[in-house]
């Protein structure tokens, strides 16, 4: 069964530094989203993505996030000057069309200290 | 405005017994529903959605869930636990933009 695929699994970083969380959607998806999930709080959205521009937003989307499809096959989240509270599991999933269930990749552990 | 509520936190349940998460949602458009699990160290896996028509929905694993507009309710179920579905379990609903709003989350213990 097609999976998403999220990269690392787990990634430790200095407070201040930035840092790149990669997912590889469905081949045949065309919306793609993440969301974060803080210790012990709710799964959260952040952004949608298609046709190669953001969508929709959350307000903990701001200007310290960015997403960028680079290629015809990865789509990636950036966190510029991480703070202690962006420790968090960070989801990407992907859906073939709005209507559609998503399929949520295992997850990035992000863990700044 | 799209919300989910999900009562208990915590569910413990003997292996074989019936198995009940309660989901409740607020929706300003007629609801998607959804239910989730998550294995320790993974991803979120679907288990079932509503989107119309029947109000009975199977999914996988042998769960299954009703949707009653009446009582705004999704709730989960199964006939009888089995120590592999020890998991949280996350019920979400879809709202514009095919944004998700999730719960908080239940958490299963299947006791032997």
């Known amino acids: 069964e097609p999976e998403v695929t999220q990269t690392p699994s787990h990634q430790v970083t200095q407070m201040g530094q930035e840092v790149i969380l990669r997912c590889v959607p469905i081949?045949?998806?065309?919306?793609f989203y993440w969301y974060r999930q803080i210790l012990g709080q709710k799964v959260e959205f952040l952004v949608s993505?298609?046709?190669?521009?953001?969508?929709?937003k959350s307000e903990i989307f701001d200007d310290q996030f960015s997403v960028e499809r680079p290629d015809g096959s990865n789509f990636t989240l950036k966190i510029r000057s991480t703070k202690l509270e962006d420790s968090a599991m960070y989801f990407c999933a992907s859906s073939r069309t709005a209507d559609y269930g998503y399929t949520f990749g295992s997850g990035t552990r992000l863990t700044v200290v | 405005a799209q919300s989910v509520t999900q009562l208990g936190s915590h569910v413990s349940v003997s292996e074989g017994a019936l198995v009940l998460l309660r989901c409740n949602y607020s929706s300003s458009v007629p609801p998607y529903l959804f239910w989730y699990v998550q294995y320790p160290n993974q991803g979120l896996q679907l288990l079932l959605k509503y989107t119309t028509g029947a109000t009975l929905v199977k999914g996988i694993n042998g769960f299954e869930a009703e949707f009653k507009k009446s009582e705004t309710s999704f709730h989960l179920t199964k006939p009888s636990a089995h120590m592999s579905d020890a998991a949280e379990y996350f019920c979400a609903v879809r709202g514009p933009g095919n944004q998700f709003y999730f719960g908080t989350g239940t958490s299963l213990t299947v006791i032997p």
């Open positions: 993505f298609y046709n190669n521009e953001i969508s929709e």
């Open positions: 081949s045949n998806h065309l919306y």
